[in-house]
Structures are given as structure tokens and as C-alpha cells.
Nanobody, 115 residues
Framework: QVQLVESGGGLVQPGGSLRLSCAAS????????AAWFRQAPGKQRELVAA???????NYADSVKGRFTISRDNAKNTVYLQMNSLKPEDTAVYYC?????????WGQGTQVTVSS
């Protein structure tokens, strides 16, 4: 069992930056793959970025070059550094941990990009 708690969301102007954190507890987190998803109003939840237990990453085309996912296994935390934010990045951002058939979600954190 893994519990995930996201933080770091908020209101930011276009072109600004935010760093989201996802703190995990309850299990050995470094054996899990982790990912950030987002869901905008009226849209399906979509993958933003993912990181494997050993640090391989992949990104949605819409965020490549602007967002960076990373993990600190010693702190049981996954981060999403978001730069050059655009209004279309506005969404609730969710953290997910996966190992085999087991998957866990956080409660989400709101990111709003607006002037």
C-alpha cells in the first residue's frame, strides 16, 4: 500500500514556473514507477511525465523541453518542475505510483496559469 500526497500547485502567470511534489509513504517507494497526470475541465486525464525506478523518463509532446520529472528515493518524493507555463497547462495534476498490477493515486493539486 502506498499513500501519495501532492503539493506545490497554485496560480502562476504565463511564462512562470512551479514545482510540484509528490510525497509517498507506506511502502518501499523506490521500486515503483511514478508519473504525473493532469486533467483539465471537460477533458480526459492525460499523462504528463513518467519516471522508472532507475530514473528513465518520458514526457508528453506538449511539455517536452518545459517540464522535468525527477525522483529522490531517499525522500520518497517525486517532483515535476514546470517552466514556461502556458494557460493550456491549467489542470488538476495527479501523482501516480505503479508496480505490476498495483497502482495508487494522489488526491491532486490545482495548477492555474493565468494573467
Amino acid at each position: 500500500q502506498v499513500q501519495l500526497v501532492e503539493s506545490g500547485g497554485g496560480l502562476v502567470q504565463p511564462g512562470g514556473s512551479l514545482r510540484l511534489s509528490c510525497a509517498a509513504s507506506g511502502s518501499i517507494f523506490d521500486i515503483y514507477a511514478a508519473a504525473w497526470f493532469r486533467q483539465a475541465p471537460g477533458k480526459q486525464r492525460e499523462l504528463v511525465a513518467a519516471v522508472t525506478p532507475i530514473g528513465f523518463t518520458n514526457y508528453a509532446d506538449s511539455v517536452k523541453g518545459r517540464f522535468t520529472i525527477s525522483r529522490d528515493n531517499a525522500k520518497n518524493t517525486v517532483y515535476l518542475q514546470m517552466n514556461s507555463l502556458k494557460p493550456e497547462d491549467t489542470a488538476v495534476y495527479y501523482c501516480k505510483a505503479v508496480r505490476g498490477a498495483s497502482e495508487y493515486w494522489g488526491q491532486g493539486t490545482q495548477v492555474t496559469v493565468s494573467s
